[in-house]
Nanobody, 120 residues
Framework: QVQLVESGGGLVQAGGSLRLSCAAS????????MGWYRQAPGKQRELVAT???????NYADSVKGRFTISTDNAKNTVYLQMNSLKPEDTDVYYC??????????????WGQGTQVTVSS
């Protein structure tokens, strides 16, 4: 089975930076795309950034110019570099992977979530 493990969350002051990491482990699969989503208590999960296996990126308007998504394909890892953090960025951040098994089955997998808290 495929597992996604997230790390890098924490508490920072407004204007600070964090880098989130999400590593996919398992066997006999390939990754079509990976992304980051965030969710505050009582609110719906929303897209932050995505990146395809071909390197095409997409960002939410609220993070453009501040966040950068990237991958290390050899490590099956996606990163989210978060700069100029604002209190409204405070959320639980979830990694997502669009995965294809070698047998052709395609599915979406979620990480466990990591807390990002930005103080004012």
């Amino acid at each position: 089975q495929v597992q996604l493990v997230e790390s890098g969350g924490g508490l920072v002051q407004a204007g600070g930076s964090l880098r989130l990491s999400c590593a996919a482990s398992g066997s006999r699969f390939s990754i079509n795309a990976m992304g980051w989503y965030r969710q505050a208590p009582g609110k719906q999960r929303e897209l932050v950034a995505t990146i395809t296996s071909g390197g095409i990126t997409n960002y939410a308007d609220s993070v453009k110019g501040r966040f950068t998504i990237s991958t290390d394909n050899a490590k099956n890892t996606v990163y989210l570099q978060m700069n100029s953090l604002k209190p409204e960025d405070t959320d639980v951040y979830y990694c997502n992977a669009d995965i294809s098994y070698y047998n052709g089955v395609r599915f979406s997998k979620w990480g466990q979530g990591t807390q990002v808290t930005v103080s004012s």
